[in-house]
């Protein structure tokens, strides 16, 4: 599974391990990355299944909204 591959909000949030980092600009823009509820999530290595809270990715002191359950 690879979220970078969506384009679109609708798209990225069809998928269980995906959710959507939408920009600061509140164009509608945005990424679609790995994570859950929480927030984004990164690996904690290439070989490791495990994945781990990555809020730097989508921060939202930088003005990111992070949407999983429904698009901004």
Same mark, same amino acid.
């Given at each position: 599974?690879?979220?970078?591959? /969506?384009?679109?909000?609708?798209?990225?949030?069809? /998928?269980?391990?995906?959710?959507?980092?939408?920009?600061?600009?509140?164009?509608?823009?945005?990424?679609?990355?790995?994570?859950?509820?929480?927030?984004?999530?990164?690996?904690?290595?290439?070989?490791?299944?495990?994945?781990?809270?990555?809020?730097?990715?989508?921060?939202?002191?930088?003005?990111?909204?992070?949407?999983?359950?429904?698009?901004?």
């Amino acid at each position: 599974q690879n979220c970078s591959g /969506h384009r679109t909000c609708g798209q990225c949030l069809e /998928h269980p391990d995906c959710g959507w980092c939408g920009d600061p600009t509140d164009t509608g823009q945005g990424q679609c990355i790995e994570g859950s509820y929480r927030g984004p999530m990164r690996s904690l290595s290439r070989q490791s299944r495990e994945r781990v809270l990555d809020t730097s990715v989508c921060s939202r002191e930088k003005g990111y909204d992070w949407a999983y359950i429904t698009c901004p």
